[in-house]
């Protein structure tokens, strides 16, 4: 079939977007789906920093490559072998999908399948193969999702069904910001009741993260970032206290506030200097999570004495370290039950077309989560 998708042809956009157009409009073939495959028409797709690093150059992709990685969408078409969705459920589409074979899959852990991560990588889907095509060539899906179109082919492993419950376009979030930033609080650092929490970088994840910490009953929860809009806005969400990045203080006032430093920091900036400062902030005998993508060739000079002398934890998040089919109901339950006001985190909706001028909004740090409405 025929579909309207945002492609990247080339990698190394320089901002404005709305000006340079890293990402076209084009006609694309769409193959039918495969044995284990479903054809998705989207209903909303997120944009996020995530996108943002592969049409900057600094998360290096395969191109041309469809764009895209958390949304929403409906059931058209099963390919064989799918016996549990049928042709109008909705679905969150998960941007790792997991063979269930792979042994982090067996251990519990399928935001880590290694299957999965190599389809990513090389822009296929978890059955190695490419459905997307322009003039007889392939074109590489973005992380088995490629969203910003109005149908995808993905796998039935990249597919969680949600129920009516909830508004399909709310539900493009709970596909990487929520379970992301969720995530992290919850599965990766496990935060406690009555703890104390630092959130630095309050993009959709870090919203996100802040709310799950708020969620978990953290007794204080401190919101970081260089502007001061989203330091207003993490207050009006419930943070605690807010800390601007740019304050040379910053990292004092943190340990000030919590005498002597938070039980766990999450750095959600994708950043050395934000990773750093996350790392002071934390007490002795505190976690620190990073679920930022700082460029590959970004190193973080760890203090490894003070690892060892005061008993730290640093810890990885992928997903939010997420088993989807899992997460993703109790976090929709959550959110129904007024305990993640998800819905307050949504900016502006978007048609395809302006897909562009919603990255240069993004990459300025000021706005919420915009989404393509389709």
């Known amino acids: 079939m025929k579909i309207q998708a945002a492609v990247l042809r080339e990698m190394g956009a320089i ?32 944009l996020c920093h995530s996108d943002l690093s592969v049409i900057t150059g600094v998360r290096p992709r395969p191109v041309p490559m469809a764009m895209g990685h958390e949304a929403s969408g409906e059931v058209v078409e099963v390919g064989a072998g799918v016996t549990d969705l049928k042709k109008g459920d909705i679905v969150v589409l998960v941007f790792v999908p997991s063979c269930g074979h792979c042994l982090p899959c067996a251990e519990g852990r399928p935001a880590l399948c290694e299957p999965g991560a190599q389809a990513n990588a090389k822009g296929q889907l978890l059955s190695e193969a490419i459905r997307l095509h322009a003039h007889n060539q392939p074109v590489h899906h973005h992380i088995g999702v490629s969203a910003f179109a109005d149908h995808a082919v993905v796998s039935r492993n990249s597919c969680v069904k949600i129920g009516n419950d909830i508004d399909p376009i709310e539900a493009a979030l709970f596909g990487c910001a929520v379970l992301t930033g969720v995530g992290a609080v919850v599965n990766t650092a496990q935060v406690k009741a009555g703890t104390t929490v630092a959130v630095l970088g309050l993009g959709g994840v870090g919203l996100c993260a802040m709310l799950g910490a708020l969620a978990s009953g953290a007794r204080e929860v401190i919101a970081v970032d260089i502007h001061e809009s989203k330091l207003e806005f993490a207050r009006s ?54 679920a930022g993508l700082p460029a590959p060739d970004q190193h973080w000079p760890l203090q490894q004495v003070s690892l060892v002398t005061e008993e730290r934890t640093v810890k990885g998040s992928y997903i939010g370290s997420a088993v989807p089919l899992r997460d993703i109901p109790r976090y929709i339950g959550l959110y129904q039950a007024g305990r993640l006001p998800i819905n307050k985190l949504m900016g502006q909706r978007l048609q395809l077309s302006e897909i562009n001028s919603g990255f240069d909004r993004l990459a300025s740090g000021e706005g919420l989560r915009d989404l393509i409405v389709f």
């Open 237 to 290: 969400l419930g943070a605690t206290a807010t800390v601007n990045a740019r304050d040379p203080d910053a990292v004092e006032k943190v340990r000030a506030l919590t005498k002597g430093g938070v039980d766990y920091a999450f750095e959600m900036a994708g950043s050395v200097q934000a990773m750093e400062s996350a790392y002071r902030m934390t007490r002795r005998g505190g976690m620190t999570v990073t």
């Open 15 to 46: 901002a404005p977007f709305a000006q340079s157009q890293p990402l076209k409009i084009e006609e694309l073939d769409l193959d039918p789906p495969g044995p284990g495959e479903v054809l998705v028409k989207m209903r909303a797709a997120g």
